[in-house]
């Protein structure tokens, strides 16, 4: 059997996929394994409560159900969830967009797929398109999301050392330049690994530079504005016509049901439905009917406020305070937490590289994500890249204690 250079680059190893393969396998061989890698949210009694109450509500008639379960959306997505979401946008935040601006997906990452590919690779005239992050680390599921080789450039943040062990990403905007080559500009608000939130300035310098090269900002909010808000400081949703919002209800706490929503100009729209529908023929029909529910009286806005924004950040706080009492005098920082789900522990001169470190955890019952996969479209030779670790703050907190003190003890031991 011999394989496309699709079947090869899609078949073969990447990033994400060797991540949920090794998650998968570590979890099945040692049930007990402190588990602070992946991205999947954190149990929220408040939260699970509700959506029991939604669906119920959903399921209440043959009918509903029917419509819920027997039945495809169109390509697009369900109409009265799309008109329901754009009023909210309008109300919210005085954005011009109607149901014709929005689109519903099977989650953001088959979102990013369609979407990166429709404005980076192989042009119809024969050149080539590259997509651009303008900071990174950036998600390790973008890495090798692309069709064609070659696909991503980036430019180094540079980093700012704070007190109390922490120190800040910022976008280079004196080193960010956009060349005739770039087909779109991504990043992630907040930033998963790291948990950074670029500021409001950021953005809206970053909408400038695409609108004077005439090309997308793709801002992926999965964790976080206007849902479900996993941002602890001031922030604002940015979007005009040349930006393409992406959205998700995974981290609000439903990775299973796979919504993702792309908010952005009616040709982009019509562009990815029509992708959308080759590659998915159409989305759930669960996502949307929930969103629906919760959009009713800003329902969502309350939880995010009340309930999620605040269960994250105080989880944020407690891991941060054992990371800082565990690394005393030792040469590692932790990025400053302003978002996300996550840490992001940098190493500076660490003996070993993180994918070493990660092997060593893992081997004492702790799974975190090494840094390396993170870096995309970076030069190889840059140390920093290997000197990082990502790690999830959703276990209970009896768990996450266990695994920061197991993560104190191999540091000190690498660095001996």
């Not at 997509?131 to 090798?144: F, M």
């Not at 070993?352 to 893992?362: A, G, M, T, V």
Request: net charge negative; hydrophobic share 45%.
């Amino acid at each position: 059997m011999k394989l496309t250079a699709f079947g090869e680059k899609f078949g073969g190893r990447s990033g994400i996929g060797e991540l949920m393969d090794d998650l998968g396998q570590a979890l099945r061989e040692n049930p007990e394994m402190i588990f602070m890698g992946g991205g999947n949210p954190a149990r929220i009694a408040a939260l699970e409560q509700r959506f029991e109450e939604e669906l119920e509500a959903l399921l209440g008639s043959p009918d509903s159900r029917h419509q819920l379960l027997g039945i495809y959306q169109s390509k697009q997505g369900e109409r009265a969830a799309r008109r329901e979401l754009a009023s909210y946008l309008k109300r919210r935040f005085g954005w011009a967009v109607s149901e014709r601006n929005i689109s519903f997906a099977n989650g953001s990452q088959n979102a990013c797929f369609i979407l990166y590919n429709l404005f980076a690779g192989e042009m119809a005239d024969g050149s080539q398109r590259t997509l651009h992050l303008p900071l990174v680390p950036e998600y390790l599921g973008y890495r090798d999301i692309g069709l064609s080789r070659q696909f991503f450039t980036a430019t180094k943040p540079t980093i700012e050392l704070l007190g109390q062990q922490q120190f800040k990403y910022h976008v280079d905007l004196a080193a960010l330049a956009v060349g005739p080559a770039c087909g779109a500009i991504s990043v992630s608000r907040p930033t998963n690994p790291t948990a950074n939130v670029l500021s409001d300035d950021e953005v809206d310098a970053l909408q400038a530079l695409c609108a004077a090269h005439n090309v997308p900002l793709i801002v992926d909010g999965a964790y976080g504005l206007p849902f479900p808000n996993i941002v602890f400081g001031e922030a604002t949703p940015r979007w005009n016509e040349q930006t393409i919002l992406m959205l998700s209800l995974s981290k609000l706490g439903l990775p299973g049901i796979r919504a993702g929503i792309v908010v952005a100009s009616e040709a982009v729209i019509e562009a990815f439905n029509n992708a959308n529908s080759i590659v998915n023929l159409a989305s759930s029909t669960v996502g949307p009917a929930l969103l629906s529910q919760l959009l009713n009286n800003d329902t969502i806005d309350t939880l995010c406020q009340t309930v999620v924004q605040p269960f994250y950040r105080d989880r944020a706080a407690a891991t941060l305070a054992l990371l800082q009492r565990e690394l005393a005098g030792l040469p590692c920082r932790v990025h400053k937490p302003e978002g996300a789900i996550f840490l992001w522990l940098w190493c500076d001169g660490l003996p070993i590289d993180s994918y070493q470190l990660y092997q060593r955890l893992k081997a004492r019952g702790v799974l975190v994500v090494p840094g390396e996969d993170f870096f995309i479209g970076v030069e190889p030779d840059w140390q920093h890249q290997r000197q990082c670790l990502r790690l999830s703050y959703a276990a209970e907190p009896a768990v996450i204690a266990a695994g920061v003190a197991i993560i104190g003890e191999e540091l000190r031991r690498a660095y001996q």
